[in-house]
């Protein structure tokens, strides 16, 4: 179990010497797919009133809580807002659980074609239900969502399907990921050769390396070793970098709608490596980074 922390980049997070990742690419317990939705959106019953509530991952906050558990809540916080609506169609159709869940929301039903972020996702049929949500994340908290661990859901059997009624208002994303990376032995047992000729920076040097390689990817600009103050160090981060996209390339999914972006049929946004020691995405960052550039959302 982890922390509500941000999913890192597997060559991202080797930059400050942390060089987890390698072992763990070995070490999968599971593989999720990636679903490109917005906003991000938390439910499951608040562990300090014991209430159901939803909101966004601003619930984990350490000071400004929003944690919306009516809708004079939903309205206080985000009246006037597009999230008033979608937080308030989530605390009406969400089914009640004990637990603590996150997913994407994709959009409101009644459409084949959703765009709620960079990824269009295309169902064959229009949506009947109410809301569309792709969960990917359970959350351990005993007396405080600020203190919330993090653990990836594992199949729709652990997951509430109806509300007490027995009514039924969602329509879940969650396709199954397969992937076996055995074969990469070999390329990490280099990148870790590798890693023993690096002079790392400082956690504050790594976080201006890493800025600079996003402005290279977004602009298209090539990685060149030589071109960089420690070469060493970006070697390294594109050995690491060539094993997450046969790392890609060795997965696949199954279920869960056609996905495109600018009109060309993609196999998904990516995956999620879940680890004993830690979860990653595996992304093709050129492809989205590129994509989101264009549209203005950032890298």
């Known amino acids: 179990m982890t922390k509500n922390i941000h999913l890192e980049h597997p060559e991202d997070s080797i930059l400050d010497g942390t060089l987890s990742v390698l072992g763990a690419f070995l070490n999968v317990i599971r593989l999720s797919v990636k679903i490109d939705g917005a ?8 562990p300090a009133t014991g209430n159901f509530f939803v909101g966004t991952k601003s619930v984990f ?18 009246g006037g807002t597009p999230l008033e609506i979608i937080l308030g169609s989530c605390l009406c159709n969400l ?6 869940f996150q997913g994407d929301f994709i959009g409101f039903g009644g459409e084949c074609d959703y765009t709620p972020n960079t990824i269009t996702y295309s169902f064959s049929q229009p949506v009947a239900e109410e809301i569309i949500v792709a969960p990917h994340t359970e959350y351990l908290a005993t007396d405080d969502l600020r203190n919330a661990t993090a653990l990836p859901i594992k199949s729709f059997s652990d997951f509430p399907a109806t509300n007490p009624d027995g009514s039924y208002f969602v329509k879940w994303i969650m396709p199954r990921a397969f992937g076996d990376f055995a074969g990469l032995d070999d390329s990490i047992a280099e990148a870790q050769l590798l890693a023993r000729g690096v002079i790392f920076p400082t956690a504050k040097g790594a976080a201006t390396v890493k800025r600079l390689l996003n402005e290279h990817i977004r602009e298209g600009m090539e990685v060149d070793p030589t071109e960089w103050e420690n070469p ?27 996905a495109y972006i600018a009109g060309k049929r993609i196999d998904s946004e990516g995956y999620v490596m ?15 980074s590129y994509a989101n550039f264009k549209m203005g959302v950032g890298a």
């Open 95 to 100: 089914p009640h659980t004990d637990r603590i």
């Open 274 to 288: 879940h680890t004993p020691g830690g979860s990653w995405k595996l992304v093709d960052r050129e492809e989205f």
């Open 39 to 46: 906003p991000a959106i938390v439910w499951g019953t608040n």
């Open 61 to 78: 906050n350490k000071r400004k809580i929003r944690i919306c558990e009516t809708v004079d809540d939903i309205r206080a916080w985000y």
């Open 232 to 258: 060493a160090l970006i070697r390294l981060w594109l050995a690491v970098k060539q094993i997450k996209e046969d790392a890609l390339f060795l997965s696949y999914h199954s279920g869960g709608p056609a």
